[in-house]
């Protein structure tokens, strides 16, 4: 029977050996439990672990993750076709993809592009990659600025970017590129690896040589949304009002709306019988058409002459289609807002603030950012593979230029403000504040703390003494007369 020592150790070292137990004759000592080494604590973990994927998807049987009810029933194809059509033909959609692609790419002070490839690695493999990739870029049917370009209006319109990096013959580096449609790509898995496929092409894509960046993705959808897709209802609606003022923009130009009303001629002025007559109700209409034709001259004239019994109304259209530009105004601010854009770069600076704008531009800055996070992934990608495959150890990046500050006096006032309550707190609270503010500022803290404490060290420098002779007016630079004789 266990000693009562015995049950309690059990109880607390459940499923672990006791690390005690009572020596006694009956009773032998338990062997320790050995240390397991950390090879055999993490053999032991993985073999808990299950040797490939358990969850399941629809492209496990050669299904795609797009659906009709996706975008209101509407196929991928004709969705994404819509987004390109729109971005050539309406002003607020290629307005706003133009507007995002220049404050992502914008070009330099000097105008040229404002797009380069930085490398990473020793001296000499970066001069190797500099050689390498000027020879790369030149064997591409686009200049790399336009190459990002497109790769930003891709993902805008088609929710990612891919592109194909083909290598040469020898495989000693790529030959070139080819852009891959969004709406051409279907997702594959085979087992537990996950590839691209081409819609009417048999040959998967090699995942070694090809690249696809999505933007906006939601739950399994691998395609990812396109950036402008929440715009699409709008800019159909749009189309139609611009319709409806274009209709009514053509009765203005006409004058005014006229309401006629014609005396109905008998039978017997019609020179007929009765009313059963063959011929009296094309006479009728004649005689009718005739009154519309004297009363649109009329109009255009301004007089008109016509018998008696016949009344004539003119109704202005300028006080019944006031309500148009309302309607117009109101769809336009869901237009530009699925549209990624603001209204004061669309020309609506009415109710635009300087405060406000300094809050809603980086939000645009932020949305111009992200589109290009997808396109430099899939170029990075082909830049590096044509390094790896010429033998040259270094890495490619590309680095783009920052669009300019438009508020830039106003940061620096506030950064000039914020030194002053540096100064006041630092001599305030000492050593603390200063460690505090290097950390906001992204700075080592130890470092600018070393430099404050010796900085504090050294001793002040004396004021400036006034000069006890200043000069009475004259002659500023004139000799006074404790001046020295030249």
């Not at 194909?164 to 891959?180: A, D, K």
């Amino acid at each position: 029977m266990d000693s009562p020592l015995q049950r309690v150790l059990a109880e607390k070292y459940a499923g672990n050996a006791p690390p005690l137990q009572a020596a006694t004759p009956t009773v032998r000592r338990a062997r320790a439990s050995p240390v397991l080494s950390s090879q055999q604590q993490i053999t032991r973990a993985l073999k808990e672990l299950p040797k490939g994927r358990t969850s399941r998807v629809p492209s496990d049987g050669n299904g795609a993750w797009w659906t009709l009810a996706t975008y209101e029933n509407r196929d991928r194809l004709d969705t994404i076709a819509s987004c390109r059509r729109l971005c050539i033909e309406d002003a607020d959609a290629g307005g706003a993809l133009a507007d995002l692609v220049a404050l992502a790419i914008p070009p330099l002070p000097d105008g040229s592009p404002g797009i380069r490839v930085e490398f990473e690695g020793s001296q000499s493999a970066i001069s190797r990659a500099e050689r390498e990739i000027d020879a790369l870029i030149e064997r591409l049917h686009l200049p790399l600025h336009e190459l990002a370009a497109n790769g930003m209006r891709e993902v805008y319109q088609g929710g990612g970017f891919g592109a194909e990096w083909y290598p040469n013959p020898g495989r000693t580096g790529v030959l070139g590129m080819e852009i891959v449609p969004a709406e051409e790509l279907i997702p594959r898995r085979r087992d537990n690896e996950r590839f691209w496929q081409q819609i009417n092409n048999p040959t998967p894509l090699s995942p070694q040589t090809f690249c696809y960046t999505s933007y906006g993705t939601r739950g399994r959808d691998e395609f990812g949304t396109p950036a402008m897709i929440a715009a699409l209802r709008e800019l159909e609606r749009k189309a139609n009002i611009t319709l409806g003022i274009d209709k009514v923009i053509r009765l203005l130009a006409q004058g005014v709306f006229l309401t006629v009303g014609i005396p109905t001629k008998s039978p017997q002025d019609l020179n007929f019988e009765d009313e059963n007559d063959p011929g009296y109700a094309e006479a009728l209409a004649a005689h009718y058409e005739a009154y519309v034709q004297m009363a649109a001259t009329a109009r255009d004239l301004g007089i008109g002459a016509f018998e008696d019994g016949t009344e004539m109304k003119a109704v202005p259209l300028t006080g019944n289609v006031g309500g148009l530009s309302d309607l117009e105004e109101m769809n336009a601010l869901k237009v530009w807002s699925g549209l990624l854009t603001l209204p004061f770069m669309r020309g609506k600076m009415d109710s635009t603030t300087q405060a406000l704008a300094q809050v809603v531009y980086p939000i645009l800055l932020a949305h111009a950012m992200g589109l290009r996070q997808a396109v430099t992934r899939t170029i990075e990608f082909g830049l590096n593979l044509h390094l790896r495959l010429a033998g040259v150890p270094a890495r490619a990046i590309l680095a783009f230029q920052e669009p300019p500050n438009p508020f830039r006096k106003d940061h620096a006032a506030a950064a000039l403000s914020q030194v002053e309550v540096d100064e006041r707190y630092t001599a305030l609270y000492g050593e603390e504040y200063v460690r505090w503010a290097a950390e906001r500022d992204g700075f080592d803290a130890d470092k600018v703390v070393a430099a404050w404490k010796k900085r504090q060290a050294q001793p002040a420098l004396p004021p400036p003494q006034p000069n006890p002779n200043p000069p009475q007016g004259g002659e500023p630079n004139a000799p006074t007369e404790n001046d020295p004789e030249p």
